[in-house]
């Protein structure tokens, strides 16, 4: 079983940056990828960023290319720089480890609580 905790989030004015941080603690076998997902009211869950797990992939969502960059220590450490922030970023931001406990089970996704971002004009 493992855990995610993200921390980061928080209220900013537009154009300001933040960065938020992932950890994950518990047994990882294998990790399959890592990525961020956020949710605005009103909203379904969207895919921001995700990357592999060697971190030589990378992919954005259009809304937010060359604004926000993906990063990882580890295999249990993932970051996302947000820069030129704007009011639509605002939303609970996720993270998301898909991970293998064991070879012959299916890689399956795991998520934290979520940290909320809050984006001012």
């Known amino acids: 079983q493992v855990q995610l905790v993200e921390s980061g989030g928080g209220s900013v004015q537009a154009g300001g940056s933040l960065k938020l941080s992932c950890i994950a603690s518990?047994?990882?076998?294998?990790?399959?990828?890592m990525g961020w997902y956020r949710q605005a009211p009103g909203k379904e869950r969207e895919l921001v960023s995700n990357i592999t797990t060697d971190g030589t992939t990378t992919t954005y969502a259009d809304s937010v290319k060359g604004r926000f960059t993906i990063s990882q220590d580890n295999a249990k450490n993932l970051y996302l720089q947000m820069n030129s922030l704007k009011t639509e970023d605002t939303a609970v931001y996720f993270c998301?480890?898909?991970?293998?406990?064991?070879?012959?089970?299916?890689?399956?996704?795991?998520w934290g609580r979520g940290t909320q971002v809050t984006v001012s004009s």
């Open positions: 998301s480890a898909s991970v293998r406990s064991a070879w012959g089970i299916p890689c399956r996704p795991f």
């Open positions: 518990g047994y990882i076998f294998s990790n399959c990828g």
